[in-house]
T-cell receptor
């Protein structure tokens, strides 16, 4: 079975540019999570979707960050404008329920560098 | 107080030894607990889940849960060089939020 698929794997761009990260969850999973991982802060939850609806976006750092899930098989995380402090690894994860008792499965991540 | 705390590493063990990783959590209502393994430059990979007090064994891995003490542990028996990685303790807080510890880096010496 295909796991969570993220693209691109690596992104290097200049400050001020728009960045779009993409995620395809595991088929049949109805919960999708976006995380950011840095050495300083570890893994942080940015936003959680259930059945394509954003349930909790309290982890989105600021208005420059936005996320959408137009259908059950696709989600995007957008940063506009990007800043050097946004450099991190961004992971998408999915699970088959609201999360209780069901583990989350992670994609390979997008390593983002903002110059 | 952090939601999930792990014993600070790094932890270095000789090949064949037991590696012991510890984790405490603050939300007494948490019911689901996971251990993820993350190799350098890779994504977290689920290796164990535990929901009830006691021990759960899967191959060389044993997870232990004590809800009264709000404590979760992971034992790796017969440690192999391929076990060298960062191990993340994760606890479900509330209905869905998975809160991660900072991780413990394990190095198995050949």
């Amino acid at each position: 079975d295909a796991g969570v698929i993220q693209s691109p794997r690596h992104e290097v761009t200049e400050m001020g540019q728009e960045v779009t990260l993409r995620c395809k969850p595991i088929s049949g999973h109805n919960s999708l999570f976006w995380y950011r991982q840095t050495m300083m802060r570890g893994l942080e939850l940015l936003i959680y979707f259930n059945n394509n609806v954003p349930i909790d976006d309290s982890g989105m750092p600021e208005d420059r960050f936005s996320a959408k899930m137009p259908n059950a098989s696709f989600s995007t995380l957008k940063i506009q404008p990007s800043e050097p402090r946004d450099s991190a690894v961004y992971f998408c994860a999915s699970s088959s329920s609201r999360g209780l008792n069901q583990p989350q499965h992670f994609g390979d991540g997008t390593r983002l560098s903002i110059l | 107080q952090k939601e999930v705390e792990q014993n600070s590493g790094p932890l270095s063990v000789p090949e064949g030894a037991i590696a012991s990783l510890n984790c405490t959590y603050s939300d007494r209502g948490s019911q689901s607990f996971f251990w993820y393994r993350q190799y350098s430059g890779k994504s977290p990979e689920l290796i164990m889940s535990i929901y009830s007090n006691g021990d759960k064994e899967d191959g060389r891995f044993t997870a232990q849960l004590n809800k009264a003490s709000q404590y979760v542990s992971l034992l790796i028996r017969d440690s192999q060089p391929s076990d060298s990685a960062t191990y993340l303790c994760a606890v479900v807080v509330g209905d869905y939020k998975l809160s991660f510890g900072a991780g413990t880096t394990v190095t198995v010496r050949a």
